[in-house]
């Protein structure tokens, strides 16, 4: 799968990581203080309120963690297919996902829980979108599986045994661009506040644009 991905996807791959690494970082850094895009750290923390019998809070978890699960059925139900294919509607998905950090920038200055929630559903919305196009190669709102796939390589390479290049390239990539948008989110956040979520609206709005022109442009080819 890795060597039948076109170029363009790393540039995507590398752009949507830096909006989840801006969206993550917005959530930690809110009233909240709750990450939405790596749900182990979730689930561990639904599993301590469920075991102090903390109910308020096991509620909250368990809609921050519906909320990604729902933005993947999103994902599911525009995309339709787990193959890489010229004409899906990733444009669509993409401009849902700027509306609805836009929209959680709102609730997110109101005070309300549901702005937490509705940043969830966008990362949830962008990494099945990616893992989409990528046949679960690339996970770009979270970096556990690019550590990972680092670690395997690295002891392959110890062994002198042969090692996937652009699959080490795609990992350093991600884990790059995720890294670039909490430093840039953080010091966003200074100043800006919840407004810094209109950067990574701002770009998936962007990329459908640039995926629209690709598409038009890959279609005359073709007249």
């Given at each position: 799968?890795?060597?039948?991905?076109?170029?363009?996807?790393?540039?995507?791959?590398?752009?949507?990581?830096?909006?989840?690494g801006i969206i993550n970082?917005?959530?930690?850094?809110?009233?909240?203080?709750?990450?939405?895009?790596?749900?182990?750290?979730?689930?561990?923390?639904?599993?301590?309120?469920?075991?102090?019998?903390?109910?308020?809070?096991?509620?909250?978890?368990?809609?921050?963690?519906?909320s990604f699960f729902a933005?993947?059925?999103?994902?599911?139900?525009?995309?339709?297919?787990?193959?890489?294919?010229?004409?899906?509607?990733?444009?669509?998905?993409?401009?849902?996902?700027?509306?609805?950090?836009?929209?959680?920038?709102?609730?997110?200055?109101?005070?309300?829980?549901?702005?937490?929630?509705?940043?969830?559903l966008a990362c949830g919305?962008?990494?099945?979108?990616?893992?989409?196009?990528?046949?679960?190669?690339?996970?770009?709102?979270?970096?556990?599986?690019?550590?990972?796939?680092?670690?395997?390589?690295?002891?392959?390479?110890?062994?002198?045994?042969?090692?996937?290049?652009?699959?080490?390239?795609?990992?350093?990539?991600?884990?790059?661009?995720?890294?670039?948008?909490?430093?840039?989110?953080?010091?966003?956040?200074?100043?800006?506040?919840?407004?810094?979520?209109?950067?990574?609206?701002?770009?998936?709005?962007?990329?459908?644009?640039?995926?629209?022109?690709?598409?038009?442009?890959?279609?005359?080819?073709?007249?």
């Amino acid at each position: 799968m890795i060597s039948r991905l076109p170029r363009w996807v790393l540039m995507y791959a590398a752009l949507l990581a830096f909006m989840a690494g801006i969206i993550n970082i917005v959530g930690f850094l809110s009233f909240e203080h709750q990450a939405v895009t790596h749900l182990t750290g979730t689930t561990t923390l639904l599993s301590a309120a469920l075991a102090s019998g903390q109910s308020a809070m096991a509620m909250h978890l368990l809609v921050v963690l519906g909320s990604f699960f729902a933005g993947a059925a999103l994902s599911g139900l525009i995309i339709g297919d787990s193959t890489l294919r010229l004409g899906r509607r990733y444009g669509v998905a993409l401009l849902m996902e700027s509306a609805v950090l836009i929209l959680a920038v709102r609730y997110l200055q109101d005070g309300a829980k549901l702005g937490i929630y509705l940043a969830g559903l966008a990362c949830g919305l962008q990494n099945a979108m990616a893992t989409t196009f990528s046949g679960t190669v690339i996970r770009t709102s979270h970096v556990t599986g690019m550590f990972t796939d680092l670690g395997i390589y690295f002891g392959h390479l110890l062994r002198r045994a042969p090692i996937e290049r652009r699959r080490v390239i795609i990992s350093l990539t991600v884990i790059g661009g995720f890294v670039a948008g909490g430093v840039c989110g953080a010091l966003g956040f200074q100043p800006w506040g919840f407004s810094v979520l209109y950067v990574p609206a701002t770009l998936a709005a962007g990329l459908a644009l640039v995926y629209a022109v690709y598409r038009w442009h890959k279609a005359g080819q073709y007249d």
